[in-house]
């Protein structure tokens, strides 16, 4: 499903125009970006949690050439599903 996918099922389910799911599915996204940078977690009840997870240094091989080399330090995002989302699936 791609975002404009997104936003049309968005805008039939709740009588929306395209242009104001949209919208709406932006500022959730920034509103999750926000969230994250600031807090480290956003948690919706019922859906799940994203939560900023740590990446140490690390050692790791080029693929092509077999060449150690070092990894750096990054941050990810993890998704855990809620008992309500795991359930429906």
């Known amino acids: 499903m791609t975002k404009s996918d997104i ?9 929306l125009t395209k242009a104001d ?3 709406a599915l932006n500022s959730f996204v920034e509103i999750t970006k ?3 940078k600031k807090e480290g ?8 949690s ?12 080029n693929p092509q050439t077999g060449e150690t080399m070092t990894i750096k ?11 309500a989302l795991k359930e429906s699936l």
């Open 50 to 61: 994203f939560i900023v997870s740590e990446r140490k240094e690390r050692q790791g091989r």
């Open 41 to 48: 977690r956003l948690a919706l009840a019922g859906f799940g």
């Open 73 to 83: 330090a990054s941050k990810t995002v993890r998704f855990r599903a809620g008992k």
């Open 34 to 36: 926000d969230t994250l």
């Open 7 to 15: 936003i049309a099922e968005i805008a039939n389910k709740s009588n």
């Open 21 to 23: 799911a949209e919208k």
